[in-house]
């Protein structure tokens, strides 16, 4: 209970790996979640720790409720957590008219779900304290829907809600909760978008990198966003 604590799901790689290097680097110590991939998540532990900064891994996937729950018992039994951020998510995507039902269910447990099952524990050790910060992830598609994401589209704006939502309920008692909403950003999730097309929607025209994400984030967490909260920031270079 010594060192200020931030999680961050999905954390080891694309977004996730920025959010946590960008924590890090501001003094907290940062559990990266993580629910398969251990040489992804070990591998921005050790960036971190190359930028002397200090954290460790835990694996569990957030959208099976007892394996989540036991697993936040646990952190949250070592650390005082300050910042939580909601950032694992996956896609499935198809047409919705032919899209199996394991898709849409597996999106939405995962990043509806898991908001649900990783936000309740630490809320309830950040009401005691009186103190806190949540962020989480959404997209630019859960306040525009896209072709061919009914199911991720669906998760996210669900998300925005949920936050929204939450973040009225525990205004009073010193925690602040908002969103981030990406556009197209640099990772794996896009690597099958049709990129060159997406570009000529971008005011900017170009794709968006996970550090412009991460530093997003990084404000709203910090006490410079000491008056910010229930709002969904977009992160798209004018997409929206």
Known sequence: MTKKAAIVTGGG???????????????YYVIINYKANEAAAKETLE??????????IFAF????????????????????????????????????????????????????????NVTRPVLKQMIRKKKGSIVSIASVAGLMGNRGQANYSAAKAGVIAA???????????????????PGLIQTEMIKDAPVEIIKKMIPMAR?????????????????????????????DGGMI
Request: aromatic share 6%; with cysteine; charged share 20%.
């Open 61 to 116: 996937d957030i959208s099976d409720s007892s394996a989540t729950q036991k697993a936040m018992a646990e952190i949250t039994k070592q650390f005082e957590i300050e910042i939580l951020v909601n950032n694992a998510g996956i896609n499935a995507d198809g047409l919705f008219i032919m899209m199996p039902e394991k898709d849409w269910h597996s999106v939405l447990d995962t990043a509806l779900n898991g908001f649900y």
């Open 13 to 27: 790689r694309g977004i996730g790996r920025a959010i946590s290097m960008e924590l890090a680097t501001n003094g």
């Open 163 to 181: 936050s929204k939502s939450v973040s009225s309920e525990v205004a009073r008692l010193g925690i602040r909760v908002n969103v981030v909403a």
């Open 207 to 235: 794709i968006g990198k996970p550090e412009e994400v991460a530093s997003v984030v990084k404000f709203l967490c910090s006490e410079d966003a000491a008056y910010v909260t229930g709002q969904v920031i977009c992160v």
């Open 47 to 56: 960036m971190i720790r190359q930028a002397d900064g200090d954290g460790n």
